[in-house]
């Protein structure tokens, strides 16, 4: 029997060149530029605001703020998420991408307006969380459809990888900017000048899609299609979205694991660097731990990918999943030893600065290894997700509910930290749930994951199927996939 991703020969696949404003760009209508355009919009949208939100607080000495935002954001967009995957099969790849960008740049504009009118900008703040928490949604439902079904099987970590690089170059970018802009050690919260800056750069960045092939245009390096399939209503979608959850029900135990990887953003960005450092250094902080953010994911994403004869794929799930969870017990139980006299009530004075040396390298050595198990740890995720399906529309939901429990995790945490709950409890409770998401994806990595997923149809030109339609009803996905093996 052959594979779905078996060869085409060369005189069969369709040009991989686009046209942009009468412009001849080649090889653009592959996967990893795909990716590489999804990255740079998550370049200058959610990168930017990664970039504030680094700082701990927004940008701001008072985390209150920043906290009911965060909360606003993670609930909305939690909601949101579990259904965002119906929502982008319907509308598509551009319009979520370019939608998903304008809520970032609405809660930028709310922290310039709090750095102002203090607590009076709380409606305001949390009108815009809400805004942000259902833009975001769909933009990231896009961004996993994309970087799981895109590319072929051997290609996914490392198309993961580079999308993790271009966005995390994003809030690297950033952090340089507002160290530019707010070097002085005096310096309390950000200045109007580089909120305006971001507001400019993430506005921009929501009209970076329109650079993007159509779905189905997309053409893997072997000449196999992208296929999209089609639903004519949303209730044809809502009920494959259901579909999929009773199919698939053993997803339900790596819910844990969605829940816990955002949940400790909170105590690394409102607890740890807000609460410890300068503003200056906190930039710095958040410049370094992007970086390391960035290493971490291409060392997980391309390791995932490595194929020696000894690591098919299910092994290398397997070590991946091992190797985070030693890495989660060590990090945090090191990270113990520096943070437990840590409190609300005692801090550090003075805070901590960049120039003092030795006193600043012990806790900036512990905020960029927490940032590089954060990177492991989401392209694992990823790559996971990936290896169970090569179909954009189950793909797309597998995204939107990983960010849904994410956010769901992570309005939990912000809200936990807005009631003021104690260093120590947000410690101990991010590391357990962190230890028991790990443990529960063990069934999955373990069984589930084969050398190959062969459930989704490859569908040709008219020379090989009699037609060039791509776009196939879910119905018709059966049958299509036996005519490609029979041909």
């Not at 960008?101 to 922290?111: I, K, M, R």
């Amino acid at each position: 029997m052959a594979s779905i991703e078996e060869h085409v020969p060369d005189h069969q696949v369709e040009s991989r060149d686009a046209y942009f404003l009468g412009i001849k760009f080649k090889n653009v209508r592959t996967p990893m530029v795909q990716v590489a355009i999804v990255g740079l919009t998550a370049f200058m949208t959610v990168g930017m605001s990664i970039a504030l939100g680094g700082a701990g607080g927004g940008g701001l000495l008072d985390t209150t703020q920043s906290d009911a935002a965060g909360t606003a954001v993670a609930a909305t967009f939690a909601a949101v998420s579990f259904f965002a995957g119906t929502i982008y099969n319907r509308v598509g790849v551009r319009i979520c991408l370019m939608f998903g960008g304008f809520g970032y740049a609405v809660v930028v504009a709310a922290f310039l307006c709090t750095a102002h009118i203090l607590n009076r900008a709380t409606p305001f703040v949390i009108i815009a969380g809400i805004m942000e928490g259902f833009s975001a949604s769909l933009l990231w439902a896009a961004q996993g459809a994309v970087c799981m079904s895109y590319p072929m099987e051997a290609d996914k970590g490392k198309a993961f990888a580079l999308f993790w690089t271009l966005f995390q170059l994003g809030s690297v970018i950033g952090s340089i900017i507002t160290l530019c802009l707010e070097w002085t050690p005096k310096a309390v919260n950000t200045s109007d000048t580089t909120y305006a800056v971001f507001i400019i750069i993430i506005v921009i960045g929501c009209f970076v899609p329109l650079l993007l092939s159509p779905s189905n245009k997309v053409i893997r390096k072997d000449g196999t299609h992208v296929v999209v399939p089609a639903m004519p209503t949303w209730k044809s979608e809502i009920m494959g979205m259901l579909r999929i959850l009773w199919e698939d029900k053993w997803i339900i135990t790596i819910f844990p694991f969605f829940f816990s990887s955002n949940y400790f953003y909170t105590y690394q960005g409102n607890d740890y660097n807000a609460g410890n450092f300068t503003l200056r250094t906190r930039y710095f902080n958040a410049l370094w731990g992007n970086l390391f953010n960035m290493a971490g994911a291409w060392i997980m994403g391309v390791a995932l990918d490595f194929k020696p004869k000894r690591f098919s794929r299910k092994v290398r799930a397997r070590v991946g999943l091992i190797f985070i969870f030693i890495y989660t017990i060590l990090i945090w139980g090191l990270g113990w030893t520096v943070v437990k006299n840590m409190s609300r009530t005692n801090v550090i004075t003075p805070l901590v600065d960049l120039d003092q040396g030795a006193r600043y390298a012990r806790y900036l050595m512990l905020y960029v290894f927490w940032c590089f198990y954060d990177g492991m740890y989401q392209a694992y995720a990823y790559w996971l997700m990936g290896s169970l399906s090569n179909n954009s529309q189950r793909l797309s939901h597998y995204a939107g509910w990983y960010k849904s429990f994410q956010q769901a995790g992570a309005a939990i945490a912000y809200r936990l930290d807005g009631l003021r709950t104690s260093y120590y409890k947000m410690y101990i409770s991010t590391w357990m749930i962190l230890v028991f998401g790990v443990l529960s994806t063990t069934w999955v990595s373990f069984t589930k994951v084969q050398n190959h997923t062969d459930d989704e149809p490859i569908v040709m030109g008219e020379d090989k199927l009699g037609k060039e339609e791509t776009i196939v009803q879910v119905e018709e996905i059966p049958k299509v996939a036996d005519e490609v093996r029979a041909v």
